[in-house]
């Protein structure tokens, strides 16, 4: 089944001279789609989810309710704060779905939750043709995940963080070009 985003951005897409594409954050407009956040839906295990961040969330448990509230909510930012874990400081966890049911996420998920990405963002860049040609037209410029407050998927307060939603997207695109699956 093929799914296609509800709209793309049509604004010029210009590579940044110094050849890095920071989408969290400066380079948003033009290149946002590369976020987990961007509305493209995919399907996968037979299921529809909104974005990229939702399928990513519900991950975190086979609990068939915990799947139904994210995929049910209307951001990926909610779902994000759904799959909060319940031990995270109240701050993060006061609208944890797993706080509030006395249940914990899945015990492997820092072992598996890049290849759960990786899965999900090769279906947004499989299922959605033009976030494909978009994703493709980024050359071989650096993808970089600017967050501040992503050490892990992005840059990190320091900067030194993993960029993994970055590399991961470049992996795809790599691969997209290659036509290595």
Same mark, same amino acid.
């Given at each position: ?5 509800? +709209? ?19 380079? %948003?407009?033009?290149?946002? +789609? ?5 509305? @493209?839906?995919?399907?996968?295990? !037979? ?9 990513? =969330?519900? =991950?975190?448990? #086979? ?11 209307? @951001?990926?930012?909610?779902?994000? %704060? ?11 966890? =006061? ?5 509030? /049911? ?15 990405? %990786?899965?999900? #963002? ?16 980024? !050359? /071989?410029?650096?993808?970089?995940? #600017? @967050? ?14 993993? /960029?993994?939603?970055? %590399? ?9 070009? @290659?036509?290595?699956?």
């Amino acid at each position: 089944m093929r799914i296609q985003a509800p +709209f793309v951005l049509t604004v010029p897409r210009i590579i940044p001279a110094d050849g890095r594409i920071l989408y969290f954050g400066r380079d %948003r407009t033009a290149f946002g +789609f590369l976020s987990h956040f961007f509305p @493209s839906p995919i399907d996968l295990d !037979g299921e529809t989810w909104p974005t990229v961040e939702h399928f990513y =969330q519900a =991950q975190k448990s #086979d609990d068939p309710d915990y799947r139904d509230a994210i995929r049910a909510t209307l @951001s990926p930012g909610f779902a994000k %704060r759904l799959a909060a874990p319940p031990t995270a400081p109240r701050r993060i966890s =006061q609208n944890s779905w797993f706080k509030r /049911n006395g249940r914990e996420p899945r015990s492997d998920w820092h072992d598996v939750k890049a290849d759960i990405m %990786r899965r999900a #963002d090769r279906a947004k860049f499989e299922q959605n043709a033009d976030l494909a040609a978009m994703l493709l037209e980024t !050359g /071989n410029a650096e993808l970089i995940e #600017d @967050s501040p407050g992503e050490p892990f998927w992005g840059v990190g307060p320091d900067g030194n963080g993993g /960029n993994w939603a970055g %590399r991961i997207l470049m992996e795809i695109r790599r691969s997209m070009v @290659s036509g290595r699956e």
